[in-house]
Nanobody
């Protein structure tokens, strides 16, 4: 089992940057593909980015390409989401999640979830 805790959210002006972190517990972190999702109140949880077990492959939603970067360090049991050129429409609660399958955009493929961290981008 994997427990995930996100941090790094906050309030930022449009055009600014934030770096989200997701710390994982357990010795099996490196066996999971990791993903980031985001959710507005009353809306579905949307896929943002994913990274493979060793970090050699990444996959992004079209709306964050060239602005967001996902990375991981298995020695530190941590995955990050670097978010640049933030827009007001990026405002959401951001969740990290762990899956056995790489690159899935479906929440159903992710087995473990963090509690989320709020990102608010002001115009």
């Amino acid at each position: 089992q994997v427990q995930l805790v996100e941090s790094g959210g906050g309030l930022v002006q449009a055009g600014g940057s934030l770096r989200l972190s997701c710390a994982a517990s357990g010795r099996t972190f490196s066996t999971y593909s990791m993903g980031w999702f985001r959710q507005d109140p009353g809306k579905e949880r949307d896929f943002v980015a994913a990274i493979s077990w060793g970090g050699g492959a990444t996959y992004y939603a079209d709306f964050v390409k060239e602005r967001f970067t996902i990375s991981r360090d298995n020695a530190k049991n941590t995955v990050w989401l670097q978010m640049n050129s933030l827009k007001p429409e990026d405002t959401a609660v951001y969740y990290c999640a762990a899956a056995k399958r790489f690159g899935s955009r479906s929440t159903y493929d992710y087995l473990y979830w963090g509690q989320g961290t709020q990102v608010t981008v002001s115009s």
